[in-house]
């Protein structure tokens, strides 16, 4: 059975930094890429960010690109993402999601973390 467990989110300030991680299990985490998807209250699934197999490729969404961070560690079967200078308009609630991002209707995707951005 495919699990995905995001932790990691938070209460934040405007500027303020969080990592999420996202534990893997179920399935041969290496041989997939793995993606970072959210969703603000009231709209729709965004994606956030894509990273190759092996970590060697990855893929931002415009308004994160610079300040956001897309990792993995394979031995570890976990995804990451490292979100600095937070805006408010990164509030969400964040997934990660197995393979690339192709619609809400994709995935499978974990129970997802909150992250919320106060001014």
């Known amino acids: 059975e495919v699990q995905l467990v995001e932790s990691g989110g938070g209460l934040v300030q405007l500027g303020g930094s969080l990592r999420l991680s996202c534990a893997a299990s179920?399935?041969?985490?290496?041989?997939?890429?793995m993606t970072w998807v959210r969703q603000a209250p009231g709209k729709g699934l965004e994606w956030v960010s894509t990273?190759?197999?092996?970590?060697?490729?990855?893929g931002y969404e415009t308004s994160v690109k610079g300040r956001f961070t897309i990792s993995r560690d394979n031995a570890k079967n976990t995804l990451y993402l490292q979100l600095n200078s937070l805006k408010t308009e990164d509030t969400a609630m964040y997934y990660c999601?197995?393979?690339?991002?192709?619609?809400?209707?994709?995935?499978?995707r974990g129970q997802g973390t909150q992250v919320t951005v106060s001014s």
């Open positions: 179920g399935f041969t985490f290496s041989t997939y890429p």
């Open positions: 990273i190759g197999p092996t970590g060697s490729g990855t």
């Open positions: 999601q197995r393979g690339t991002y192709t619609g809400a209707s994709g995935g499978p």
